[in-house]
């Protein structure tokens, strides 16, 4: 048995994140609770119900994709003219995660790296299905590069995060094709990303087991399409070339770790400039949730994203 076998076995939580599952379990808002997804939104609203969000300014933007409609919300620092951009694609498995759950995290994030915020809501009202909402979130970068200059963006200047799924689909779309004269993502910030189905890793901790994920697996592939059709991991290393320079931030008590720890391998291999932190104490879905956003983990990750942003940013 090696020492990080043990290690994953007898994982040492962080005080602050030990205490927030304490308070979900006594509270029943954990939305990966068994009947928690369907609801799933509404809990994790209530998880952030005290999330301050700062005083930009924001601008709720409707797309149509196919036969729906989804939104972009973007925030704008006001009175700075044109500033770049950071394309912020929010996890929750495309049920949960949003502008009520993510908003402040992503806000946050934006404004330690001096960029406007353009923050899209794929699928999540209501959920919508893996696939629906990729299309939804490259619809969302062609009206960026299309409408951005006349909204103050310097589209020539955008950096990419995500998290959870939301990364998955982050890395999906920084090595897809580029539209025509658009010089692609300066960077790009992978928080705790779910880029493989890994309902067969051992869970450590209370807040996303792998009965929980193989129940919110089957609803966002409804269609029996599956992770391996969408997963980063399977992409050829062709593909992967086209991939920014990448910061992938794993969280220690986490099924997803290895899936994104693997991924930024994949990375080195197809030679991207990236770089892999493994958070210890931390959880699943640590960089958004509002009750660990004072803890060390957490505080180090969005330091570490905010200063790798910025760098890109002003080059």
């Known amino acids: 048995m090696t020492l990080d076998t043990v290690a994953r076995q007898h994982v040492t939580l962080d005080p602050g994140v030990r205490s927030f599952l304490d308070q979900v379990a006594e509270a029943g808002l954990s939305p990966y609770a068994p009947g928690g997804f369907d609801r799933g939104a509404d809990i994790a609203a209530r998880l952030q119900g005290d999330a301050p969000l ?3 300014p924001v601008t709720r933007i409707t797309l149509v994709e196919g036969a729906s409609e989804f939104s972009l919300i973007l925030a704008h620092p006001p009175g700075v003219g044109t500033v ?9 498995f495309w049920a949960f995660g949003g502008w009520a759950t993510h908003g402040a995290a992503a806000l946050r994030l934006a404004a330690g790296c001096g960029a406007a915020l353009l923050f899209v809501e794929a699928g999540w009202a209501p959920p919508v299905l893996a696939p629906q909402a990729l299309r939804r ?10 409408h951005g200059a006349a909204n103050g963006l310097d589209v020539e200047r955008t950096v990419l995060a ?15 094709a580029r539209p ?9 910030v992978l928080a705790h990303p779910i880029v493989a189905d890994c309902a067969a890793t051992e869970g450590v901790d209370d807040w996303l087991d792998p009965d929980a994920f193989r129940r919110c697996s089957a609803r966002a592939f409804a269609t029996g399409l599956g992770w391996a059709a ?18 992938v931030l794993t969280a220690e008590a986490d099924l997803a770790r290895d899936g994104g720890e693997a991924y930024a391998r994949r990375l080195m291999l197809a030679e991207v400039d990236v770089a892999a932190v493994r958070l210890i104490g931390t959880i699943h879905d640590f960089f958004w949730l509002d009750g660990l956003a ?18 890109a940013l002003a080059l």
Do not use: K, N
Request: charge should be positive; include cysteine.
């Open 54 to 56: 700062d005083t930009t």
């Open 162 to 176: 995500g998290d959870g799924c939301g990364g998955a689909m982050a890395a999906l779309l920084a090595t897809a």
């Open 137 to 146: 979130i490259h619809a969302a970068l062609d009206w960026l590069i299309a």
């Open 180 to 188: 025509a004269g658009w010089p692609g993502f300066r960077y790009q």
């Open 294 to 311: 004072g803890t060390a983990p957490t505080l180090m990750a969005h330091t570490l994203a905010r200063q790798a942003l910025r760098a």
């Open 84 to 92: 770049p951009v950071l394309f912020y694609l929010p996890g929750g």
């Open 230 to 247: 969408l997963s980063p991991l399977a992409l050829p290393l062709e593909r992967l070339r086209r991939s920014p320079p990448t910061l």
